[in-house]
Each structure stands twice: as C-alpha cells, then as structure tokens.
T-cell receptor
Framework: GAGVSQSPRYKVAKRGQDVALRCDPISGHVSLFWYQQALGQGPEFLTYFQNEAQLDKSGLPSDRFFAERPEGSVSTLKIQRTQQEDSAVYLC?????????????FGDGTRLSIL | EDQVTQSPEALRLQEGESSSLNCSYT??????LFWYRQDPGKGPEFLFT???AGEEKEKERLKATLTKKESFLHITAPKPEDSATYLCAALSGGSYIPTFGRGTSLIVHP
C-alpha cells in the first residue's frame, strides 16, 4: 500500500526484554516521527528524523529508548530492558519535504504490552 | 511552552444533530493547525490543515475554521460513521514538532 506501515501491530513482552518496532514510511517522505500514545491521550513526541539524521530525540523517555533510520527510509524504535510503564501504542508518522508545515501521515501503530 | 486544549473531552450526539468541537491553542507564531480523525485501533487520519486566521476548509459534513486563539471543527448533520476521536495539533514557528491535544471522543447515535 501507499501508506505508512508499522510492524508488528501487537507486541507482548516480559519485563526486562528488548523489543524492536519497525516503521516503513511513505516512499519519498523525508521526515519521520515517532510518537507514544497512552489510552485516552494525544500522541506524545519521541523523536524526529530528517532523512537519516536524527535531529531531535528530546522526547525519548530514557536512555533505554533508541531509534535509527540508517538509509533514510525504514526506521526502527528499540526499547531495551522494557518496563511496565513502556506499555503504550507507538505511532510512526512521515511527511513530505514540501515544508515543515506539511501534515503528518500516520501508521496504525504498534500496541506494546509489557507483562 | 506550546499548549493545545480540546473540548469537550467527550460528546454524544443524535444522528443529524449538528455541533462543534473546540481546539484552543497557545503557540508562538502559528505555522499550521492540523485536524485528524482517529478510529479505535488505528492511527490518526489527516483531515485538514489551516494556516491563518479566517481560513476555512470543508470536507463532506466537516468544516474547520481558525481564529487567532482557537479552531473549531463543525459537524453538520452527523452520521454514526462520524463516530471517532478528533485530534487537533498546532505547529509553532521555528518548530517541526506539532503539539497535540488530548482529543474529543465523538459518538453519534442512530
């Protein structure tokens, strides 16, 4: 499809395990964002990439969270030594290079549950 | 600090009963105000972008308007399929990270 694709859709992990979440943005989109969304809340910013460069990671909750986009396309959000408070929906969004005020297009997210 | 507040948190309407959702924002030099629709288990779906006060955009039963302090999403004669959470987000000058509100959960009863 032509939209943003995220995998897996659901992930259950035991506390302390590492997880990796994948995002395939819309082809040609320069900007890529990761968000965390708790139930009943709006998306909370985690990190932003422009091509392969991570320009802002100020929203990452701790050093257990790491994101990369090595070739400027697919991105991976990794969470090490997961904790229960990491349980949330992780959303990825991409936008075109037509200006920073372009709308973001979201994937359907990965629902992460930490037991 | 940029802030976006949406009201009401939840809204129940009868089919055909028109209403408006509010998005109040406090940002430095608004560069864009975005409206999204989010269905359960899905990511936000882009609806509109508004750039300057006085601007209006329409799509089917939805119309978004913008003033210097707030935006409204007007829903005319809603149908049950309009039931969803509606999110707004504001982008300030010099930033590339929009600030999202918590959303309004809309339920339209047949």
């Amino acid at each position: 499809g032509a939209g943003v694709s995220q995998s897996p859709r659901y992930k259950v992990a035991k506390r302390g395990q590492d997880v990796a979440l994948r995002c395939d943005p819309i082809s040609g989109h320069v900007s890529l964002f990761w968000y965390q969304q708790a139930l009943g809340q709006g998306p909370e910013f985690l990190t932003y990439f422009q091509n392969e460069a991570q320009l802002d990671k100020s929203g990452l909750p701790s050093d257990r969270f790491f994101a990369e986009r090595p070739e400027g396309s697919v991105s991976t959000l990794k969470i090490q030594r997961t904790q229960q408070e990491d349980s949330a929906v992780y959303l990825c969004a991409s936008s075109s290079a037509g200006g920073l005020n372009q709308p973001q297009h979201f994937g359907d997210g990965t629902r992460l549950s930490i037991l | 600090e940029d802030q976006v507040t949406q009201s009401p948190e939840a809204l129940r309407l009868q089919e055909g009963e028109s209403s408006s959702l509010n998005c109040s924002y406090t940002v430095s030099g608004l560069r864009g105000l975005f409206w999204y629709r989010q269905d359960p288990g899905k990511g936000p779906e882009f609806l509109f972008t508004l750039y300057s006060a006085g601007e209006e955009k329409e799509k089917e039963r939805l119309k978004a308007t913008l003033t210097k302090k707030e935006s409204f999403l007007h829903i005319t004669a809603p149908k049950p399929e309009d039931s969803a959470t509606y999110l707004c987000a504001a982008l300030s000058g010099g930033s590339y990270i929009p600030t999202f509100g918590r959303g309004t959960s809309l339920i339209v009863h047949p």
